[in-house]
């Protein structure tokens, strides 16, 4: 009888365990999808900063506050000069499961800012991908080469799959 509530009970839950599980992010993948999304996106390394009040969580709920971007952009041949942008950090949601604002950052990071007409958005997802890889020479140089080419090839997402 206990091993049938196990089995009924893991049937229910293991869609549900299922869902929370997350794909560790490829540098290589995340910029093609964002690189073939409808939205227009610029690529951006550097540190985020909360400025507006971070409102209570509400499960299943997009959130969105003030922050303040400080870093560079990622062109072609290299990084820009440092600057700030003034951005709307939005979390997105997968059912009941959310992103989450980002808190106190020691390190720059990869982040894709969508251009609206209402200003710059950085979304987060309940998954990592478009915002928290952390920047590394390699993966700077891997944007850029895909940049040139317009997106990355399957080389560069196979030699990603586990950085």
């Known amino acids: 009888?206990?091993?049938?509530?196990?089995?009924?009970?893991?049937s229910v839950l293991g869609a549900q365990v299922q869902a929370?599980?997350?794909?560790?992010p490829n540098t290589a993948k995340t910029f093609n999808f964002h690189q073939e999304a409808p939205d227009k996106y610029r690529?951006?390394?550097?540190?985020?900063k909360m400025t507006g009040a971070?409102?209570?969580?509400?499960?299943?709920?997009?959130?969105?506050a003030k922050a303040v971007a400080t870093g560079r952009f990622v062109g072609r041949s290299g990084l820009t000069k440092a600057q700030s942008?003034?951005?709307t950090v939005q979390t997105q949601c997968v059912a009941s499961w959310?992103?989450?604002?980002?808190?106190?950052?020691?390190?720059?990071?990869?982040m894709y800012i969508k251009q609206t007409p209402k200003g710059d958005v950085i979304d987060i997802g309940a998954?990592?991908?478009?915002?928290?890889?952390?920047?590394?020479?390699?993966?700077v140089k891997l944007l850029q080469k895909c940049l040139r080419k317009g997106k990355?090839?399957?080389?560069?997402?196979?030699?990603?799959?586990?950085k």
């Open 152 to 162: 990355c090839s399957n080389a560069d997402i196979k030699e990603f799959e586990f």
């Open 54 to 64: 971070i409102p209570k969580y509400v499960e299943g709920t997009p959130q969105s």
């Open 1 to 10: 009888m206990r091993f049938l509530c196990a089995l009924v009970m893991f």
């Open 20 to 24: 929370l599980s997350c794909l560790r």
């Open 127 to 139: 998954c990592p991908g478009g915002f928290g890889q952390v920047v590394t020479d390699d993966r």
């Open 98 to 110: 959310c992103g989450g604002f980002p808190s106190a950052m020691d390190k720059d990071v990869i």
């Open 85 to 87: 942008l003034n951005v």
């Open 43 to 48: 690529l951006f390394v550097g540190k985020v």
